[in-house]
């Protein structure tokens, strides 16, 4: 099948045209190769390491949820110019699928991580970019029964703000960072809301709004509809397809991972620490990555300098 066909295939099947999504999305076809496709690859991030390992297997379409263009115009030089090169020399493709995946009703992350919890009969919620971008449901369950099922559905831990009822009724599903739009599950009637992530003063807010909130994990959280996604396309092409998984292990709590920073020997590379309202970041240093400001962990991927750190950081 040729590229521009199955370019077709998904922007229907995923309403490309239709879906409201943030600018910087650019859902669809995001970099063109020749036109031949022999082996899909998905991921979650078009992130320069994801690339390399799509290349080693030979994957020459890539399907992403988070791509190339995020951080909005860039110049072609560093980290975009060896990304360009990578993926011209490998005549890989990028097929890039934001809010239009999170919302597919059989194939979407919210769907999808809401049948691994055992929900069923979602109704759409959680307006955002002209669309209800969330699910929510009627159920009965104990909160810390619904966090066990969670952390089996994301395969890790799943860190909770319990604000609301011992006995959840109102769950909201909203994958990726949702944190930060806690008020406005509340103001919907949720009274558990489950998402990836949110900035520190989210915590707070769900326990002043008595709802209880679900940190998961973005990346956690947005694994679900690349899988299905790509695994749909490899039935119908007949292509091999393979998860590149390059997980950032990130759900929420920068000031907890800032305590652990401060408490590191001598020895360890310097690292800033800037205070940002209710929040906190880390400063870039030779070597490393950064936090920015109250932005999602996911910007901090590369902000310790070891694994142990690394390791110590989310409990």
């Not at 599903?173 to 406005?184: E, P, R, S």
């Not at 679900?224 to 709590?253: C, E, M, N, R, Y």
Request: aromatic share 8%; net charge negative.
């Amino acid at each position: 099948m040729h590229l521009h066909e199955v370019v077709k295939y998904l922007d229907d099947l995923l309403r490309t045209r239709e879906v409201g999504d943030f600018p910087q999305a650019m859902n669809g076809l995001q970099f063109e190769n020749s036109g031949s496709i022999s082996r899909i690859g998905a991921a979650v991030d078009a992130t320069e390491a994801v690339i390399r390992e799509a290349l080693e297997a030979q994957v020459d379409f890539l399907i992403v949820h988070h791509g190339l263009f995020w951080n909005g115009p860039q110049r072609v030089t560093d980290a975009t110019y060896r990304k360009t090169r990578l993926l011209m020399d490998a005549d890989m493709a990028i097929y890039s699928a934001h809010l239009p995946l999170d919302i597919h009703p059989q194939i979407g992350n919210n769907a999808l991580l809401a049948s691994a919890i055992g929900f069923k009969n979602g109704e759409p919620f959680f307006e955002t970019s002209g669309q209800p971008v969330g699910l929510r449901f009627e159920e009965e369950i104990n909160r810390e029964v619904l966090r066990d099922h969670l952390e089996r559905a994301v395969g890790g831990p799943v860190h909770m703000a319990p604000g609301g009822p011992v006995l959840a009724r109102k769950i909201g599903i909203v994958t990726g960072g949702a944190g930060g739009d806690i008020a406005k599950a509340a103001a919907a009637g949720i009274d558990t809301f489950i998402t990836g992530e949110g900035p520190h003063w989210s915590y707070t807010a769900a326990e002043e709004l008595r709802v209880n909130l679900f940190y998961a994990g973005h990346y956690a959280t947005e694994t679900f509809g690349v899988k299905a996604l790509a695994d749909l396309l490899s039935k119908k092409t007949a292509l091999p397809w393979q998860f590149i998984d390059h997980p950032t292990g990130l759900s929420i709590f920068k000031q907890r991972a800032l305590i652990e920073v401060e408490e590191w020997p001598a020895s360890a590379p310097e690292v800033g620490i800037l205070p940002f309202g209710n929040s906190f970041s880390v400063q870039r240093t030779p070597g490393m990555g950064m936090c920015r400001g109250s932005a999602s962990m996911q910007h901090c991927a590369d902000g310790f300098p070891n694994e142990t750190a690394r390791d110590l950081r989310w409990h």
